[in-house]
């Protein structure tokens, strides 16, 4: 059966509609793109037009390639200062001669509709509710839940270890007891740890999940988006041949996209 993220995201989204219009402070959501990556350039709108869709304010500054680390901090102050503001995001990636840690490390926390702030992902680690979950695995655990597919005891491999997905991942699905194993480029024997799993997150933006790896009745979630030789969109996952081994599969597209567009909004439509 296929994960519908593009339906449980639409409720998803109508719901923070109807409680953004209810609420008293209009969020105001800001987001920062450097330099002209069309891939970010197509997440930004799309982030644009979801915040249109549910009454979230939101701005995109357009700053060139050739914008210094400093300018980039002094443009983060302003926002966190601004007390219109009260969501900043800066798409990643940025250009080479920017610092990215440094960047996001300048974010208020409090602001950091991303949750990649220190402030943020420490809070996760060490179990204090943070300002905001990374939107992807936040999104991912939304999908999860509203098919009641069980985290608590599941055995999770998890493919894939960066900032934006699998090490949040890895701290929320610990938070809801699953018992966690992340793999990497590095990891011996992934085929084995992929059959042995009750559900299989993979993240890494190369087709690395084919047939027979999985585990019967086990549920696959596709979080890889890329285009193959022929142009056409594909995940990390050769769902023609994985799906029927499969209880639960998510779809590239309309399956962790737009729970990861939803997830945003959730997070830009909290004011602090
Ligand atoms: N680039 C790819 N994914 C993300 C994300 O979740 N947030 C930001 N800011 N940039 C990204």
Same mark, same amino acid.
């Given at each position: 059966?296929?994960?519908?993220?593009?339906?449980?995201?639409?409720?998803?989204?109508?719901?923070?509609?109807?409680?953004?219009?209810?609420?008293?402070?209009?969020?105001?959501?800001?987001?920062?793109?450097?330099?002209?990556?069309?891939?970010?350039?197509?997440?930004?709108?799309?982030?644009?037009?979801?915040?249109?869709?549910?009454?979230? &304010?939101?701005?995109?500054? =357009?700053?060139?390639? !050739?914008? #210094?680390?400093?300018?980039?901090? +002094? %443009?983060?102050? $302003?926002?966190?200062?601004?007390?219109?503001?009260?969501?900043?995001?800066?798409?990643?990636?940025?250009?080479?001669?920017?610092?990215?840690?440094?960047?996001?490390?300048?974010?208020?926390?409090?602001?950091?509709?991303?949750?990649?702030?220190?402030?943020?992902?420490?809070?996760?680690?060490?179990?204090?509710?943070?300002?905001?979950?990374?939107?992807?695995?936040?999104?991912?655990?939304?999908?999860?839940?509203?098919?009641?597919?069980?985290?608590?005891?599941?055995?999770?491999?998890?493919?894939?270890?960066?900032?934006?997905?699998?090490?949040?991942? &890895?701290?929320?699905?610990? =938070?809801?007891?699953? !018992?966690? #194993?992340?793999?990497?480029?590095? +990891? %011996?024997?992934? $085929?084995?740890?992929?059959?042995?799993?009750?559900?299989?997150?993979?993240?890494?933006?190369?087709?690395?999940?084919?047939?027979?790896?999985?585990?019967?009745?086990?549920?696959?979630?596709?979080?890889?988006?890329?285009?193959?030789?022929?142009?056409?969109?594909?995940?990390?996952?050769?769902?023609?041949?994985?799906?029927?081994?499969?209880?639960?599969?998510?779809?590239?597209?309309?399956?962790?996209?737009?729970?990861?567009?939803?997830?945003?909004?959730?997070?830009?439509?909290?004011?602090?």
């Amino acid at each position: 059966m296929n994960l519908d993220g593009k339906a449980v995201a639409n409720k998803i989204l109508d719901r923070i509609k109807q409680e953004v219009a209810l609420n008293g402070k209009k969020p105001h959501l800001a987001v920062i793109l450097v330099g002209n990556d069309s891939a970010s350039e197509i997440y930004v709108k799309n982030k644009q037009k979801a915040a249109e869709k549910v009454g979230i &304010l939101s701005t995109v500054i =357009k700053l060139p390639e !050739t914008t #210094t680390q400093d300018e980039l901090l +002094t %443009k983060i102050q $302003e926002l966190n200062n601004n007390d219109d503001v009260t969501g900043i995001l800066v798409q990643l990636p940025l250009p080479e001669h920017i610092d990215k840690n440094s960047v996001v490390t300048a974010i208020s926390a409090k602001k950091d509709v991303d949750g990649f702030t220190p402030e943020n992902v420490g809070r996760l680690a060490i179990g204090l509710e943070p300002y905001y979950y990374p939107a992807t695995p936040q999104g991912i655990i939304m999908l999860l839940d509203e098919y009641n597919i069980q985290l608590e005891g599941a055995d999770v491999v998890v493919i894939g270890r960066s900032n934006i997905v699998g090490k949040p991942m &890895l701290q929320m699905l610990l =938070k809801r007891n699953a !018992t966690v #194993t992340v793999c990497h480029s590095y +990891t %011996k024997d992934i $085929e084995n740890k992929i059959k042995t799993a009750d559900i299989v997150i993979s993240a890494v933006g190369k087709k690395v999940v084919r047939c027979k790896m999985v585990k019967k009745n086990s549920v696959v979630v596709d979080v890889g988006i890329f285009r193959d030789a022929n142009n056409q969109l594909t995940g990390d996952v050769d769902y023609a041949t994985v799906a029927e081994s499969t209880a639960y599969i998510s779809p590239v597209p309309g399956g962790v996209g737009p729970m990861t567009i939803a997830s945003l909004m959730l997070n830009a439509s909290k004011v602090y």
